[in-house]
């Protein structure tokens, strides 16, 4: 019998799984929480800095590889075959020549600019805006099939604004590289920035790559945009590849750090939420959403769909980032369940009990919220918008404003719904997964409710790491496609949400007054 591991690093946590390659049977799970930023360090949420030291990476795969392969049955770790990775995205670190990030030098092991740059970080909001600037006036938009707006989430506005930030960092530095593609060249031997074999999904999401320019933007743009990204285009990449690619095996050093063999064959990594959709079983035509402390939405289409089609607002367009042979399409809100977690706080009551109270409140008109405590990620990528809460009186409770922000994801959930819709996108299924689809029956009823849409939710707590999985089986010889893989090792769904079209009609009004909200909402930030 054979044998894979997923890994899943998250915002707060890495989960490795190892599973029976040839039927999906999970046989051990482990998670591991990262621990320097367990204790809230490197970060400045009042700035809207995020920042991951890479050792809390590596502590947590030897943690939790080692955890799990300690609950397996004994034999097992000899007869693992294949790995592969999945992480937040976009999140990446600086690197020196050797291809080693930063923080791991002495001199930078306690600089928060030397570290990986965690996705929510909002830090580069000029450096986005500079970046949409140019690419409208160049020859070539490099935005195109990025939804023809660059966020501050993504990595170049990030490298930039730390290379302005930080002198000594500047010097330093030699390259870039994303976290997804970081774990697998450490483990493989491949961490040279001229040997690292890079991830279609991370860079065509999120770095601008796209075939038909010849990759990265020209050297020409990104100097145009700052001197200080002079050489980085040419100490970077041209090819990508997706994650149905072996990039190697594990070296005798990670081999038996893991305790596991050299013939452990090692993917291509890809982001969380593209990798979360393989393990959910996406077929065209399902819209999958991973819902956690944001929300990340992807569908895999047809090229004979798809077209030339150029759909605006969304986080790209890019072949093969979820199924090979297909184009991966990418939306999400920068903000979901850490909208819930920051009410909870500021209330100082627990979600459950504030979910208790709310969802027996009756759908009301006079609190209207919207989602954008995080700043807007699709439609149309905006950082700078606040959330807002409207309707407010002397007899407004707490479990009455939380309903209105459970709503507000939901509105904000119906945007995105809406905008691969009308740009002629079939939505046939709508499929749900991650922790609150698994574990709020409320708000999965409410999105439901504000859809008009079925939802299926996933049966896996573990999707992501289960698609990780997946592509581990196809690089390991197990599969030949990942189709196969799907099909062999999904674990199905555990239960559907049907929504009530009397809510659904109520809700078709209040989202009118959501977006009514929206705008006014978003003329002020801009103004």
């Not at 591991?5 to 046989?27: F, M, N, P, Q, W």
């Not at 030897?62 to 592969?84: F, Q």
């Not at 004979?304 to 999400?332: N, R, T």
């Amino acid at each position: 019998m054979k044998y894979v591991i997923g890994l899943d690093y998250g915002t707060d946590s890495c989960r490795a799984i190892i599973v029976e390659a040839e039927t999906g049977k999970e046989i051990a799970t482990a998670v591991k929480y990262y621990p320097r930023w367990a204790k809230g360090k490197y970060c400045d949420p009042k700035a809207n800095q995020y920042r991951q030291h890479p050792l809390d990476y590596i502590e947590v795969l030897e943690d939790s590889v080692k955890e799990a392969l300690s609950k397996a049955p004994a034999g097992i770790a000899e007869n693992v075959v294949g790995m592969a990775f999945d992480t937040t995205g976009s999140t990446p670190v600086l690197t020196d020549k050797e291809g080693v990030p930063l923080a791991l030098l002495p001199e930078f092991a306690e600089n928060p600019n030397a570290m990986f740059v965690l996705w929510k970080d909002h830090t580069a909001i000029k450096e986005a805006a500079e970046i949409n600037q140019l690419a409208k006036a160049w020859e070539i938009d490099y935005t195109a099939y990025e939804g023809g707006i660059y966020s501050s989430e993504w990595v170049w506005a990030k490298v930039l604004h730390v290379l302005r930030a930080d002198e000594k960092v500047r010097v330093a530095t030699y390259s870039w590289i994303e976290h997804c593609d970081w774990m697998s060249a450490l483990i493989t031997g491949k961490q040279k920035p001229e040997e690292v074999i890079r991830g279609r999904c991370s860079a065509g999401h999120k770095a601008m790559w796209h075939e038909s320019w010849g990759g990265l933007p020209s050297e020409e743009f990104l100097t145009k945009l700052d001197p200080l990204l002079a050489g980085y285009r040419s100490r970077l990449y041209k090819d990508t590849y997706p994650s149905n690619t072996k990039v190697g095996k594990l070296t005798e050093e990670w081999a038996k750090r893991l305790g596991l063999t050299t013939q452990v064959a090692v993917a291509v990594g890809a982001f969380d939420c593209h990798m979360g959709a393989v393990g959910a079983q996406i077929k065209p035509g399902d819209f999958v959403r991973v819902i956690g402390t944001s929300t990340c939405d992807i569908m895999a289409v047809p090229y004979e769909e798809i077209g030339d089609k150029l759909i605006p607002g969304i986080c790209g367009q890019v072949d093969g980032s979820v199924i090979p042979g297909m184009v991966g399409l990418e939306a999400g809100q920068s903000a979901f369940g850490d909208i819930y977690a920051w009410f909870s706080r500021f209330v100082g009551k627990d979600i459950s009990e504030l979910t208790k109270e709310a969802e027996n409140l009756p759908i009301s008109e006079n609190l209207i919220a919207t989602d954008w405590m995080n700043g807007r990620r699709t439609p149309d990528a905006n950082q700078l918008l606040k959330g807002s809460i409207t309707g407010l009186t002397l007899g407004t409770t707490a479990p009455m404003v939380f309903r209105a922000l459970v709503e507000a994801t939901a509105f904000g959930s119906k945007a995105i719904v809406d905008r691969f819709l009308e740009n002629g996108v079939e939505i046939k299924e709508v499929i749900g997964i991650g922790g609150i689809s698994l574990k709020s029956p409320f708000v999965m009823q409410t999105l439901a409710d504000v859809l008009g849409m079925p939802i299926k939710v996933a049966k896996t707590e573990q999707a992501c790491a289960f698609g990780a999985a997946m592509f581990a089986a196809v690089v390991a010889g197990v599969f030949s496609k990942v189709e196969d893989a799907q099909n062999a090792m999904g674990q199905g769904f555990a239960f559907e949400y049907f929504p009530n079209m009397e809510n659904h009609k109520l809700y078709a009004e209040l989202y009118k007054k959501y977006l009514q909200i929206g705008t006014f909402t978003e003329l002020i930030a801009i103004s």
